[in-house]
């Protein structure tokens, strides 16, 4: 089974090559995720905002739920 950690593109630490891990993700602006990476090695620590999952917004769990209905 593939963890969530595995679907995340892996990244090097620009100051010793080693590898970074997701740290944490929270929302950032509107449909966008700030990621922080850091690393294992030297602990340097990288930040990008990255498109967020638009299928989990709230706008579209929203409309899922709302009164929009399949045709009969």
Known sequence: MVGYQDLIE??????????????????ARLGFDERT??????????KEHLAADPMTSSEVLGWFCGELKTPN
């Open 10 to 27: 892996r990244h090097l630490c620009p100051k010793c090559q080693a590898q970074m891990v997701l740290a944490r993700t929270k929302p």
């Open 37 to 46: 990476f850091e690393c294992v090695n030297c602990d340097h620590i990288h």
